[in-house]
């Protein structure tokens, strides 16, 4: 009998690259220096993976719920779900979710700043998202929540919606707001709604003392709410429903926890993790071992700061991020190495020479004290084609690891 | 953001191979002296295809399918179909299409020779295609289309039919032409229509002066028309539906020709491009730098001369036929080694020991100026199985193109 394991998975953010010319042709992986991956490479099995498919490019959204342990071709509820998921509203089947943001126009609907100037203190969206509170058009109710900067979420409630209607944010300044249109004929009510609602938005927001102090300081007045990425929340059994596990994401970024959510997972908080270089890897490590002592039968850890730099074409800032995420592995190993059964990993390649997300497969290595080890020493893209785990998909790895932490039953007799 | 770039696939038809005891155990790609494949190794990603899945061996017409990015077992529409698009032929959903060919019977229906001789000026192709012309069946029409030797193509247009009916072709000489039976009720029509045409045919052919001419020298005459690989074009996405692409095919064979199209390709004509193992290497390299350069955004070069000499089991053949496909290649990187990305493999396994299609997965390899390498250096069946591609089916190759060429959209966001 397998002694019951907790299924670790470390997820570097884009941390997948190509050959980058100012390294001599080495990945950042390749010229990082990671004792704590490297040791889980050789004793452990590594391999690349196809988050989704050959060839597919994953988005953040579609590739976590492969790393989740679901197909996102018939999982994923598009971006609004998630997001709303992640700043803590309720998305349910049957509702439609968006991502939303705060932008400044002009009383003919022309867009002037998409982002209505992009600062805003918690007290200012605290106060704009008050004025908001409680709007029902035709039976539907709205609920807005504001996260960060000029961002927030937005669900509505109610009978007979669908995701299926065309965008009202022109993306682009300068241009005016569209009217949101069905796509098929049983959307006409929400597009109805959501043209309503812009319009709405723009009445309650507009005279709001909050925007008359933006505009003093000279700063673009926050009167209208865009909505965007639209989806329905999907009937998606959950890891508990399909495993019997309780399963836990340590996340700063509001998709990363929105998407776990969805699939039932406890959003832990830690204090100081953020998407940045400076999240407090310590404290994320702390709170990961606490998970794992205390009966989490899945722990999940992402960080962000990989992506960024790469979005960035900042090749020393990934190598830190990477640097850094690799010593906050080697705490958690050191107090329960004998407790997991740990993969690293990353959602997807974005090369630094590219600052976008690409197809290439990503490396991945699964440790755990009983595996059979390969030929290969180190976590780089290069070695990990050399690994026994060959080529994986990103879907196959979270039933990988519960099978080996002894959480899965044997199917058949 | 990645530089849009064309995918290029170069097949070897038949280039897989095993170990050959006159080569001292090598395989024929491992004797072959290829610079430009082994260039491609060095700096590129390697690694075993199973064209379909493991243990099937392809046809012809079911590996091109998958190397085009169609699921075989969903998209086949049996033989008839393909070679009657490649024979220039129209067919569209609802058509039967069938493989025909010129074969010499006794007033009795009984067949002397299959293949009528086999050898046809394009003279007497012409005149007895003519005297087909225009049958017309219970409203079902009759498009008949001579190709090369003793055969042809046939579509048979009308409403009510179905490819579920037994072959009339005996498939030996000395035997009975058969009378075509409906596997299923709804076929009923078509075996009917089937019957009366092959006795039409026969009514028709007999006593044309070009077989009366043909009999004064000696040669069997064609008097009848038989019908074998019945199929029904399918609805399919075509690729430029799927991923908003343009495709060209660079085939000498009707079939190879006809399976492009049937997905959407355009067929560009290569001046001397035949089945030979005398083709026009450069002309085709010289065509497909045009394709590159002109915007296509996939090109599909398919070279035949390796699988004639593995069905006659000619080992020097099948080497310098390898050898001037490497050539070919060489002479497009030279012009266009930045504008592509591009895979060299084969459609399956002919082992020149065989002589005939068998299960074993091909040798892939993929290459583009930002890939990250592997450990395999030379293209052959041994050193792929090192390669960073591990094993890939078929149909993942091009969605793998295209996503490194960025033709293809993210998948989430």
Chains 1, 2 share one sequence.
């Not at 309503?196 to 505009?215: F, M, T, W």
């Not at 790469?310 to 004998?338: C, F, P, W, Y």
């Amino acid at each position: 009998m397998t002694a019951k394991l907790t299924a670790a998975m470390v997820v570097m953010d884009g941390g997948g690259d190509r050959p980058v010319p100012e390294l001599g042709g080495l990945t950042p992986l390749q010229a990082a220096k990671t004792p704590n991956f490297d040791r889980l490479a050789s004793q452990g099995q590594s391999g690349l993976m196809h988050v989704i498919s050959p060839g597919v490019t994953p988005g953040s959204d579609t590739a976590h719920l492969a790393l989740f342990g679901y197909d996102p071709v018939s999982t994923y509820p598009g971006r609004g779900p998630l997001e709303a998921l992640g700043a803590g509203l309720q998305s349910r089947p049957g509702d439609v979710a968006f991502r939303a943001n705060f932008a400044t126009m002009n009383p003919d609907f022309t867009v002037i700043d998409r982002r209505a100037g992009r600062e805003f203190t918690s007290e200012e969206g605290a106060a704009l998202q008050k004025a908001l509170d409680g709007l029902d058009i035709d039976g539907v109710k709205v609920h807005f929540v504001h996260t960060v900067e000029h961002r927030g979420a937005l669900v509505l409630e109610g009978k007979g919606l669908s995701e299926k209607i065309t965008d009202v944010d022109p993306h682009e300044d300068g241009k005016k707001i569209l009217q949101a249109e069905p796509l098929v004929p049983e959307a006409r009510k929400t597009a109805d709604v959501v043209n309503r609602l812009i319009r709405l938005s723009y009445e309650r927001l507009r005279g709001l003392d909050v925007n008359k102090a933006r505009q003093k300081r000279g700063i673009a007045p926050a009167n209208v709410l865009l909505l965007r990425g639209p989806g329905q929340h999907r009937e998606v059994a959950t890891l508990k429903e399909r495993f019997g596990i309780r399963c836990a994401v340590l996340a700063g970024g509001a998709l990363y926890i929105g998407t776990a959510k969805y699939v039932g997972m406890d959003h832990v908080k830690v204090q100081g993790q953020t998407g940045t270089i400076d999240t407090n890897f310590d404290g994320i490590a702390d709170k990961a071992i606490e998970c794992i002592e205390g009966g989490y039968d899945y722990v999940f850890i992402h960080i962000k700061a990989t992506d960024n730099a790469s979005h960035d074409h900042n090749v020393k800032q990934k190598i830190l991020a990477i640097e850094r995420t690799d010593k906050m592995v080697g705490r958690i190993l050191d107090k329960v190495r004998d407790r997991v059964v740990i993969a690293v990993t990353a959602d997807h390649t974005t090369p630094v020479t590219v600052g976008e997300h690409t197809c290439d497969p990503v490396p991945i290595v699964i440790w755990a004290p009983f595996l059979r080890p390969d030929s290969s020493k180190r976590f780089t893209e290069i070695d990990a084609a050399r690994g026994a785990l060959h080529t994986i998909r990103g879907m196959d790895v979270l039933p990988t690891l519960l099978g080996y932490a002894g959480k899965t039953e044997k199917f058949g007799s």
